[in-house]
Nanobody
Framework: QVQLVESGGGLVQPGGSLRLACAAS????????MSWYRQAPGKQRELVAG???????NYADSVKGRFTISRDNGKNTVYLQMNSLKPEDTADYYC?????????????WGQGTQVTVSS
């Protein structure tokens, strides 16, 4: 069983930066992807950024060039560096871990951390 704990959310002014962290308890083996999703009030949850165990990244078009996903394997932690924040980035941000085994996958979610971009 893996637990994911997010941190780093808060209130920031437009144009500012925040770094979110997602710490995973336990060891993660095999092919997997760690991702950040977000959900704004009244909207569906959407993928923000993903990082595969092979090191590939992908980003939502709305955050390309502003957000960066990275990982510290020694700390079993994935980060989301968010720069040039906009009010439309306001949402609850969730960490997601997908572990892939033969023909199956196991999904874990963190509890979420709130990001508010406002002046």
């Amino acid at each position: 069983q893996v637990q994911l704990v997010e941190s780093g959310g808060g209130l920031v002014q437009p144009g500012g930066s925040l770094r979110l962290a997602c710490a995973a308890s336990g060891s993660i083996f095999g092919r997997h992807t760690m991702s950040w999703y977000r959900q704004a009030p009244g909207k569906q949850r959407e993928l923000v950024a993903g990082l595969t165990s092979s090191g590939r990244t992908n980003y939502a078009d709305s955050v390309k060039g502003r957000f960066t996903i990275s990982r510290d394997n020694g700390k079993n932690t994935v980060y989301l560096q968010m720069n040039s924040l906009k009010p439309e980035d306001t949402a609850d941000y969730y960490c997601n871990l997908a572990i892939y085994t033969l023909g199956d996958s196991t999904i874990y979610w963190g509890q979420g951390t709130q990001v508010t971009v406002s002046s």
